[in-house]
């Protein structure tokens, strides 16, 4: 069975947040924070604590974790957005590695390229004192 967050334990054994985390803190009932630093109440937990205020709530909770899948998910049109969003960025880093690396070639032809040595202009004293080119 899922875990009731604080909102849906306070509704289901009809308390307030605040009664609940009274409980908590003073180790009557024991819960854990999520990574989303959200409290996750077991409800087994809860209701050994407290009674339920119907049984239709708990009922209706898990049905509700169980009816989550990725088609009737809430958030599917944003998952969709972020997944074209993940392919789009992959692409773009794809190119630019290929434009870095297309860079550093030109880079490295540039720098080992040795040009033919030319070969010694005569300078003008030897012309003005032999009038001929060697």
């Not at 024991?30 to 809860?46: G, T, V, Y």
């Not at 998910?73 to 998952?79: G, Q, V």
């Not at 860079?103 to 540039?110: I, K, S, V």
Request: hydrophobic share 30%; with cysteine; charged share 30%.
């Amino acid at each position: 069975m899922q875990p009731f967050t604080l909102n849906q334990a306070a509704k289901a054994c009809n308390k307030s947040k605040s009664t609940l985390l009274a409980a908590i803190s003073g180790g009557r009932l024991s819960a854990k924070r999520d990574d989303k630093n959200q409290w996750q109440i077991d409800p087994a937990e809860l209701f050994r604590v407290y009674e339920s205020r119907t049984p239709e709530l708990v009922t209706e909770h898990q049905t509700d974790h169980q009816n989550r899948t990725p088609e009737n998910h809430p958030n599917t049109d944003l998952i969709d957005a972020l997944k074209a969003q993940i392919e789009q960025l992959t692409s773009q880093v794809k190119r630019e590695q290929e434009n870095a690396d297309n860079w550093r070639n030109q880079a490295t032809m540039l720098l080992t390229h040795q040009p033919e040595p030319s070969k010694p202009q005569d300078s003008r004293l030897w012309l003005k004192l032999f009038g001929r080119k060697r």
